[in-house]
């Protein structure tokens, strides 16, 4: 299986970088870790005439604490991301789904502009992305602009990006007294893609259920986050009975689509397993970090 | 055919190549510079056969061009051995039999003496978990598990290099 | 467990191959370099059934780098068809062409060949090729292709059912009026392919001067595919030599001539230049060779107290859309061997074999693979249906050491197996009774674990006399030849075809136990049909016994003139009084065995250098050649023991424990005995669980690339613990049995019947595979209360 023929360039900077992509858009691609790009090129299912490189840009690989916010440059490698003490301690739910992305030879390669970029399913960073509304800078040759991570996943491997706009960065949101975080998720062997995964953070403040994070992968064809279903668990009492409750009621928010590979049912059966068990942990963590 | 002059440089020497852009890591080490070590299974970055060094660091060769190579360090199993000695690794894989066909071999060697460097004493669960990215057909992985296990006990030790 | 008389033999050691596979330095077919050497790519049909009506390959021709374009009809006019005809009951006669020249009978069907400069040039042009297809319906599913009135996928056959037999011993009826209960059960077992980590390939290099063709192509059988290489492009087999390389694992993918390597090499000859393919893992994955995919349904008479009174048994099996082997073989063995380890002797069995629009399919590690899955599932189903312990119904209908040799009711003989001591042990030391205890406490905090038993009798080494009362056309023995070099080393070959077994070690020590000298002195050379003897390769699991059997007594002739040698050199008249260990030559006095000054190098050169001096009417030299026919049949056996924990929330299933208990006979070498047993569990429980060769209604394959078919990792297969307890076969050679395929066998039935044990409380019994989340779940789903969070 050998890729069709395509010009090749590796810009030192990033401006040179947006150049070329401003003067080929749609018929370029950007290879950064390559783990998601080249078997698709090598199957001839993408055949892009230009291919640009990535690796070599400066500075779009730092981890930086910026006080409510851990800031994560596009070409941070997940297994970076999953050692970083500075994200273990402040951002510890990123960096516990970053440690389960495929396996050590991958994690080595992928990033999380790549990741984010390839736009997944069921991939682990999109997932959190949503899960803590990260925000995520994308630059252009005509300027840069912010998304919402809800607003930069528009459905199946299709994000809002244009065809001359690379991820530079993404902001995610700090831990905060009383919080514990959990990601579970189901595949069938340890390094594949989720069946479903469940992302999840919730905040403890005086026995009551402070703040409330959910976020789904695999029951759309974007993660979700039920951000109005965990409204209505604010000011609850933060016990079992109230994880039970959240686990069905998300497994009856959720639409997942049915195939004959695997069932609607099944998938809503592993979201209010996976919700329960990824709750149950993450209360157990925050009653443990209570401020 | 818009092919380009590369120097690309592996276990120490510099090989002139020149190549298709879309020409694979891969093809390039095993024709262009005739190392026929690394072993192509999948090409599609699941199988791990390929697995070679790019600045010490683990890379499917198969998910990588020529092209991209270039400026960087590329170490492959055939540096592994070195002065007709095996490494602790590679001498433990012989011992504990942790080898049939061998077309798996390489690439799991390379990965682990990678892996070994950065997890000294890995847990037989930690290994195993670092040996999935690699398929073997043959063994059903229980003696390449003790093999790296015996390896890094071995490397613990001070001991990189045996003779055979 | 080593035979205390051996000296090399059975010995535990480290390989002599692995060297040059540590360092990167082994030589598989890629690694050859041909200097000019073209490169073939082949184009596919996309659809599953098809008529080809046209091919245009003028834009193709153009590309950069294309020499040569061919097809179909090119490649009859320089090779013949395959006609695949043996004499045998209910099995139709077939035909192939080497491409197919009107219809195309799978997705991936090869329809033409592009012969370019390099691959990715031949890719290339390889998308510009134009085929016009009149699609046709395809049939992809068995019970449809039996169906009167389905579409045909071989037009020259009355129906789609390619084999029909049936047999029958005893009166099954009398058996089914008088018994207790007769208990159905069901299996059906999915399409699995074999992904040798190396995919297939060839090199075909034609010398004109000579006339020769140099095939160079990953084999596990060299001699018989040389010989229908050669018939099929119409060559005398003096004029071809196949060389077998380092093979990247086969397992059964390598050892028929298919149709592509046959285009390579027709078309090195017709251009006069090198030309090599590689196959890569799309192709290997959706157009090479399959297996396994049959369906089987049991009905068990028995008493009140579970014994058998009789059994019948049904097999469907999907055989693909191309024969490369007769389509009754596979599924007659696992009706022959069946019965394994249990005594019944009313016994019917029905077996058909039928074409679908999928690839083809090969025997794969274990073609008989559901044998034990059915026989023990079958024995668990009447445990259940009688609520009695599966242990018990097993201890009942068992064959013991004195019900041996016990003539099966299809005629088979089994001896020297020991299936009960092997099921005992591995119960001791499983624990049995302490699991059952955990089993009942995990229950109390919902927590489910089962336990799996799986008892295989493996049928290793098929004699020539079996073939001949199948009505198989074929041969079972095996050739080697052993020479001793004027400086005493030794070089030995056999028509084996190693694909990762370890040849050079234990077919060393085969030669190194019949002639007395160190393994670390003898090279055994395989692969190379100019050098290696004419033999009948390797499959199944008879390496050991007829490979590693025919080089020991080989090796014993040869010790024969070398101790009558010696003898003549120390002036001892009786040979009895001299034995060769380690290449010296001992003499024994009194009870005590002392060494001469005589070496195996002394010996050898005076028959090669000094023949005069050898005892009156000895011929020079040291060269031997021996043949050797094992039985009719050698069988293997072992017990199996898989203790598994269900997540009856998501229905995965954790792999706890892995036990088996195993007797193996003589081992050449436990070291790589160890080694073949774990590949073996190991590709059962990955088949059981993970992989899966889909096809949708109209035959488009779904499982064409490592994500979407599934092969376990490190991460989710166990250690497995093996309890040795070989006997020696009373027959063979030194005792050999062989062995590789049972662990499939095995792996497969322990984990199912594991996974049924776990889910006993629910009433769910799985009877088809793989076993997936999403299929546990479905059988759970109602049965159980809402999941409990753990």
Redesign the interface.
């Known amino acids: 299986m050998k890729p069709a023929g395509f010009s090749f360039h590796r810009p030192r900077t990033l401006n040179e970088a947006l150049d070329l992509l401003a003067a080929h858009g749609d018929t370029a691609k950007l290879i950064a870790g390559g783990q998601s790009l080249v078997p698709v090129m090598n199957m001839r299912l993408a055949a892009p005439a230009e291919l640009i490189d990535i690796n070599d840009l400066p500075d779009l690989a730092e981890i930086r604490y910026q006080g409510e916010f851990v800031e994560v440059g596009a070409l941070t490698r997940h297994h970076q991301l999953a050692e970083s003490e500075l994200v273990r301690s402040r951002c510890p739910l990123l960096a516990q789904a970053a440690a389960t992305i495929g396996h050590y030879a991958i994690r080595q390669r992928g990033t999380i502009g790549g990741s984010l970029a390839h736009a997944d399913p069921t991939a682990q960073l999109p997932l959190i992305a949503v899960t803590l509304s990260a925000e995520i800078d994308i630059a252009s040759s005509r300027g840069r602009r912010t998304l919402s991570a809800a607003d930069f996943f528009l459905s199946v491997m299709t994000t809002a990006l244009e065809p001359d706009e690379i991820v530079v960065a993404i902001r995610f949101p700090v831990m905060v007294p009383g919080e514990g975080c959990a990601f579970r998720f189901f595949n069938r062997r340890l390094s594949d893609f989720a069946i479903v995964a469940v992302a999840a953070t919730i905040t403890v403040e005086k026995m009551r259920i402070a703040g409330l994070h959910l976020g789904i992968g695999g029951v759309a064809p974007v993660p979700l986050a039920y951000v109005d279903l965990c409204q209505r668990f604010i000011g609850q009492a933060a016990d079992s009975g109230r994880v039970r409750e959240l686990a069905q009621a998300v497994r009856d928010a959720v639409e997942p689509e049915d195939n004959p590979r695997i069932s609607a049912e099944y998938r809503r059966e592993l979201v209010q397993t996976l919700t329960e068990r990824a709750l149950t942990l993450a209360l157990d963590e925050a009653k443990g970090n209570a401020a | 055919?818009?092919k380009?002059a590369l120097s690309l440089r592996v276990n120490g020497e510099s090989h002139d190549v020149v190549v298709?852009?879309?020409?694979?890591l891969s093809?390039a080490l095993?024709e262009d510079c005739?190392?026929?070590?690394?072993?192509?299974?999948?090409?599609?970055?699941?199988?791990?056969?390929c697995?070679v060094l790019v600045d010490g660091?683990?890379?499917?060769s198969?998910?990588?061009?020529a092209?991209?190579a270039a400026g960087h360090e590329i170490t492959?199993?055939?540096a592994?051995?070195q002065g007709g000695q095996?490494s602790a690794l590679?001498q433990a894989?012989?011992?504990e039999?942790g080898?049939?066909?061998?077309?798996?071999?390489?690439g799991i060697?390379m990965?682990f003496e990678a892996?070994l460097r950065e997890n000294p004493d890995p847990s037989e669960a930690q290994?195993?978990?670092?040996?999935?990215?690699?398929?073997?057909?043959?063994?059903?992985?229980?003696?390449?598990?003790a093999a790296i296990k015996k390896a890094a006990a071995q490397m613990q030790g001070g001991g990189g290099y045996v003779t055979? | 467990m080593s035979h205390p008389e051996f000296l090399y033999i059975g010995k535990p050691g480290s390989r002599k191959e692995d060297y040059r596979f540590l360092t990167g330095h082994g030589r598989y077919l890629d690694d050859i370099e041909v200097p000019g050497a073209l490169h073939a790519c082949f184009v596919r049909s996309p659809h599953a059934h098809a008529r080809i009506v046209s091919i245009d390959i003028d834009a193709a021709k153009t590309m950069p780098g294309v020499l040569t374009i061919v097809t179909g009809r090119e490649l009859s006019e320089w090779t013949g068809k395959l006609r695949l005809a043996p004499p045998i009951d209910g099995l139709h006669p077939v035909e192939m062409t080497t491409l197919p020249v009107d219809r195309v009978r799978f997705q991936g069907d090869p329809v033409a060949c592009i012969v370019a400069t390099d691959r990715y040039l031949a890719e290339d042009a390889a998308e510009q090729v134009m085929v016009d297809y009149e699609m046709l319906e395809a049939v992809t599913d068995m019970w449809q292709a039996l169906e009167p009135g389905a579409p045909k996928v071989d037009e020259t056959l009355p129906s789609n059912l390619l084999s029909h037999q049936s047999y029958a011993h005893g009166d099954l009826t009398a058996r089914k009026r008088e018994a207790h209960r007769v208990i159905e059960s069901t299996f059906s077992q999915h399409r699995q392919t074999h992904i040798p980590i190396e995919t297939r390939g060839c090199i075909a290099i034609w010398d004109q001067g000579r006339e020769h063709l140099s095939f160079h192509v990953g084999c596990q059988a060299p001699h018989p595919y040389r010989t229908q290489l050669a018939a099929r492009l119409r060559l005398p087999e003096t004029q071809v030599t196949v060389i077998s390389p380092d093979v990247g694992g086969a397992f059964g993918q390598k050892i028929t001539l298919y149709r592509e390597e046959l285009t390579v090499a027709a078309l090195a000859r017709h251009l006069k230049r090198p030309v090599r393919w590689r196959e890569d893992r799309l192709e290997n994955l959706t157009a090479s060779a399959q297996a396994r995919e049959d369906f089987c349904r049991t009905r068990a008479a028995v008493d009140a107290d579970g014994r058998l009174l009789g059994l019948e048994l049904e097999i469907l099996e999907d055989f693909g859309a191309y024969c490369f082997y007769p389509g009754n073989y596979l599924a007659r063995v696992v009706a022959m061997i069946l019965t394994g380890p249990y005594k019944v002797q009313d016994y019917a069995f029905d077996v058909k074999v039928v074409l679908t629009n999928k690839v083809g399919n090969a025997p794969m590690r274990a073609p008989m693979s559901v044998t034990s899955w059915v026989m023990e599932g079958t024995m668990d189903a009447i445990a259940r249906e009688l609520g009695r312990d599966p242990v018990e119904i097993r201890r009942i209908n068992m064959l013991s050491a004195a019900d041996l040799p016990y003539t099966m009711a299809t005629k088979e003989v089994l001896a020297d197996i020991t299936p009960r001591e092997t099921l005992e042990a591995g119960l001791a030391a499983i624990d049995y009774a302490g699991f059952r205890a955990r089993q009942t406490e995990a229950r109390r905090t919902g927590r489910y674990l089962g336990l799996g038993i799986c008892a295989v009798v493996e049928s290793t080494t098929y004699g020539s006399a079996f073939y001949k009362a199948a009505g198989i056309p074929g041969s079972g023995h095996e050739a080697a030849w052993v020479r001793i070099e004027p400086t005493g080393v030794v070089n030995a070959s056999v028509g084996l075809g190693p694909t990762g077994q370890g040849y050079e070690t234990t077919m060393a020590n085969a030669v190194a136990e019949g002639l007395g000298v160190s393994p670390q002195q003898i090279r055994i050379h395989l692969g190379n049909t100019d050098i290696a003897p004419y033999g009948m390769g390797s499959r199944g699991a008879r390496g050991g016994t007829a490979g590693g059997g025919t080089l020991y007594l080989c090796a014993l002739d040869a010790r024969q003139k070398v101790i009558a040698i010696a003898a003549k050199m120390l002036g001892i008249p009786d040979p009895a009084l001299l034995r060769l260990i380690d290449g010296r030559v001992e003499r024994r006095e009194g009870s005590e065995w002392t060494p001469t000054h005589v070496g195996l190098a002394d010996i050898a050169r005076t028959a090669y250098l000094d023949p005069t001096a050898l005892p009156q009417g000895m011929s020079p030299g040291l060269e031997f050649h021996k043949t050797y026919d094992p039985p009719p049949m050698t069988y293997s056996n072992a017990t199996h023991f898989c203790e598994v924990e269900v997540d009856t929330a998501t229905g995965g299933i954790r792999l706890s424990r892995y036990l088996v208990a195993e007797d193996c006979g003589t081992l050449l070498s436990p070291t790589v005995v160890e080694g073949q047993q774990h590949g073996a569990i190991a590709m059962g429980l990955s088949g059981a669980l993970f992989e899966h060769v889909q096809y949708d209604e109209t035959g488009q394959n779904l499982s064409g690339s490592f994500a979407d078919y599934l092969v376990a990792t490190a991460h989710e297969l166990p250690n497995f613990e093996i309890l040795p307890m070989h006997t020696p076969n009373r027959l063979t050679p030194a005792g050999l049995k062989g062995m590789a395929e049972g662990g499939v066998m095995g792996a497969i039935g322990a984990v199912t019947n594991a996974v049924n044990d776990a889910l006993a409380p629910f009433g769910v019994v799985v009877n088809r595979q793989p076993l997936t989340p999403m299929y546990l779940r479905d059988l759970l789903r109602g049965k159980i209360q809402e999941p409990v969070a753990k």
């Open positions: 055919m818009n380009v298709e852009p879309r020409k694979l093809d095993r005739r190392l026929t070590g690394t072993h192509v299974g999948c090409e599609h970055g699941v199988c791990g056969a697995t660091r683990p890379v499917r198969c998910l990588s061009f092209v991209q492959t199993i055939e592994v051995a095996l590679q894989l012989h011992e039999h080898l049939q066909c061998g077309f798996c071999t390489p060697v990965t892996f290994i195993r978990e670092a040996l999935s990215g690699n398929l073997c057909r043959c063994t059903g992985y229980q003696n390449i598990v055979p």
